[in-house]
T-cell receptor, first 115, second 113 residues
Framework: AAGVIQSPRHLIKEKRETATLKCYPI?????VYWYQQGPGQDPQFLIS???????DKGSIPDRFSAQQFSDYHSELNMSSLELGDSALYFC??????????????FGPGTRLTVL | GNSVTQMEGPVTLSEEAFLTINCTYT??????LFWYVQYPGEGLQLLLK???ADDKGSNKGFEATYRKETTSFHLEKGSVQVSDSAVYFC????????????WGAGTKLIIKP
C-alpha cells in the first residue's frame, strides 16, 4: 500500500539559508499535518491543511510557511534558518471525510541539520 | 487543555519480561488514544489505538485499554523481545483540536538479551 512520502530524507543547510521540505500524502487523503521533533523530544505540531486550506496552526515560527497544492502535496518552507531548527520534520496524512478521521499516517521524516 | 503524561524512561528490561508503560491523559470531550512507536533512526509508526471507553487496542502482542474512569491508556506486553527496543509515545486527538496529535514525552524502552 502507498505510504506518505517525504523529500528529501536528509538536508544540510547553513544558518540563514532557506529550506523546502515536501510531503506527498497517501492517495485520496485530504488532510496533511506537519510536526517537528527535536533530538530526544516528542513531536511538536506545526500546522495542518484540510482540502488545501490551512485548518490549524501550532508552534510554527513566523519564519516558516506551508501550503497544500491542488494535487494535495504539501511544502514546508523555512527561511532564515537557525541552529535550533535542526530536527526531524514529519508529515502525516489522514482521511477526514469518510475515513478514520483521527488516524494519521506518518512519513519517514526529513532530517534537517543546520550548521 | 489537552495533555498526555507518560512514565519517564529509559525503561530497561530483560527479554521475556512483562512490560507496562503508564500513560494518563487530560482532555476535553472524548479523545481517541494512540500508542506510536519509533525505532532507532526511523519514523513514527502507529502501534495501536482506541477510540472510546473500554476499547482495547492490540497489535504485535502489545495491548492498551481505554479507561475513562482513570483517564489512562497503559501499554502492556506479556513477553518483550530485544526487537521491541524503541521509543514509545502515547498520544491523543480530539475533535475540539481538529485532530492534531497531542503527544506524551515518550518512553525509551531498552530490552537486554
Amino acid at each position: 500500500a502507498a505510504g506518505v512520502i517525504q523529500s528529501p530524507r536528509h538536508l544540510i543547510k547553513e544558518k540563514r539559508e532557506t529550506a523546502t521540505l515536501k510531503c506527498y500524502p497517501i492517495p485520496r487523503h485530504d488532510t496533511v499535518y506537519w510536526y517537528q521533533q527535536g533530538p530526544g523530544q516528542d513531536p511538536q505540531f506545526l500546522i495542518s491543511f484540510y482540502e488545501k486550506m490551512q485548518s490549524d496552526k501550532g508552534s510554527i515560527p513566523d519564519r516558516f510557511s506551508a501550503q497544500q497544492f491542488s494535487d494535495y502535496h504539501s511544502e514546508l518552507n523555512m527561511s532564515s534558518l537557525e541552529l535550533g531548527d535542526s530536527a526531524l520534520y514529519f508529515c502525516a496524512s489522514s482521511l477526514v471525510m469518510g475515513g478514520p478521521i483521527d488516524e494519521q499516517f506518518f512519513g519517514p521524516g526529513t532530517r534537517l541539520t543546520v550548521l | 487543555g489537552n495533555s498526555v503524561t507518560q512514565m519517564e524512561g529509559p525503561v530497561t528490561l530483560s527479554e521475556e519480561a512483562f512490560l507496562t508503560i503508564n500513560c494518563t491523559y487530560t482532555a476535553t470531550g472524548y479523545p481517541s488514544l494512540f500508542w506510536y512507536v519509533q525505532y532507532p533512526g526511523e519514523g513514527l509508526q502507529l502501534l495501536l489505538k482506541a477510540t472510546k471507553a473500554d476499547d482495547k487496542g492490540s497489535n504485535k502482542g502489545f495491548e492498551a485499554t481505554y479507561r475513562k474512569e482513570t483517564t489512562s491508556f497503559h501499554l502492556e506486553k506479556g513477553s518483550v523481545q530485544v526487537s521491541d527496543s524503541a521509543v514509545y509515545f502515547c498520544a491523543l486527538t480530539t475533535r475540539d483540536s481538529n485532530y492534531q496529535l497531542i503527544w506524551g514525552a515518550g518512553t525509551k524502552l531498552i530490552i537486554k538479551p
